[in-house]
């Protein structure tokens, strides 16, 4: 028999595999021909092909049908025990098609993180147990980059933050609040703008946040330049740090007014319009979303996406 010079995987071809498998279980290529319901010289150029490529006979041909040579027994044998994987396989692709299962990253900003969205999230995965979604945390810059290089599926960031190409949906707003120490000059008064605050000394979040970089902003609009004696990583190194006297800082409502009485801090409502920012969701194309991913951004904005 003339053979091919070696076999690698490249070579595996399933269809002529499946055929192979029908024609030893029938004993015959015509009843193997007729139940896959394809030409009986097909089915036999197949098998043929098959036996070229491993170099081995793999079945034996008399009047009386086929079976299969040791060779081609034990090939049956393996082929057994690949159908469950392979099987499971298709299952798996069919539920990911379908929404049932799936792996979604999901990358946000901090305000994002400590607001609704990961009581979101845990609700979304109790009503989809097949589906499991992965959540960190980058800035809002970092977000727009990690969706549009593919490193997530989902983004939620700061609406001061241009997204680019993306798809972008408005998902929730967050109000900006001043954070005093206790017994500042300025607790007395029962809301401030950032030019009030703008002589003392802020203390902020990281260097290339959104949210520093919206009030470092309004300062340059004010003709003015924060005082910045310190910055974090965290709201809770940012109240910390106001809590014992280091400076002011601007952060989110809902990082600030639940530890007024825990760290005695001072907090009032900023009187300006861009206090109040829209917090985005984006993704790469919403008509190319895996259903699993489908499912969760419309979990989170509370309506279905256009088909």
């Given at each position: 028999m003339a053979t091919a010079h070696g076999w690698s995987l490249k070579d595996i071809d399933?269809?002529?595999?499946?055929?192979?498998?029908?024609a030893v279980e029938e004993g015959s290529l015509a009843r193997a021909a007729e139940r896959e319901h394809i030409a009986i010289s097909a089915i036999s150029r197949r098998i043929s092909d098959l036996e070229y490529r491993c170099g081995l006979a793999?079945?034996?041909?008399?009047?009386?049908?086929v079976a299969a040579t040791a060779a081609g027994e034990i090939l049956l044998a393996r082929l057994c025990d690949l159908s469950g994987p392979l099987q499971r396989m298709m299952f798996d692709m069919e539920a990911i098609r379908g929404g049932t299962s799936g792996f979604i990253r999901v990358h946000a900003h901090?305000?994002?993180?400590?607001?609704?969205?990961p009581g979101k999230i845990a609700s979304f995965i109790a009503e989809n147990p097949g589906i499991d979604v992965e959540l960190d945390?980058?800035?809002?810059?970092?977000v727009i980059h990690s969706v549009r290089t593919g490193s997530a599926d989902i983004g939620?960031?700061?609406g001061t933050v241009d997204g680019g190409d993306l798809h972008i949906i408005r998902w929730e707003h967050d109000e900006l609040v001043a954070i005093l120490p206790p017994g500042h000059g300025l607790a007395s008064r029962d809301d401030l703008t950032l030019s009030d605050m703008l002589d003392e000394f802020f203390i902020g979040m990281q260097r290339d946040s959104a949210l520093l970089s919206l009030?470092?902003?309004?300062?340059t609009?004010?003709?003015?330049?924060?005082?910045?004696r310190g910055h974090a990583t965290s709201f809770e190194s940012v109240r910390k740090m106001v809590s014992v006297g280091l400076g002011v800082?601007?952060?989110?409502?809902?990082?600030a007014y639940p530890f007024v009485e825990q760290l005695g801090i001072v907090v009032r409502p900023l009187k300006e319009t861009w206090a109040y920012r829209p917090l985005m969701l984006c993704v790469r194309d919403p008509k190319h979303l895996l259903a699993a991913t489908r499912l969760l951004v419309e979990h989170l904005i509370g309506k279905k996406l256009p088909a």
């Open positions: 399933l269809t002529s595999l499946r055929l192979f498998a029908a793999l079945l034996e041909r008399h009047d009386r049908g901090m305000s994002a993180i400590s607001g609704s969205l945390e980058f800035t809002s810059v970092e939620l960031f700061s009030y470092r902003h309004q300062a609009i004010l003709g003015r330049t924060l005082k910045e800082a601007i952060l989110p409502a809902i990082a």
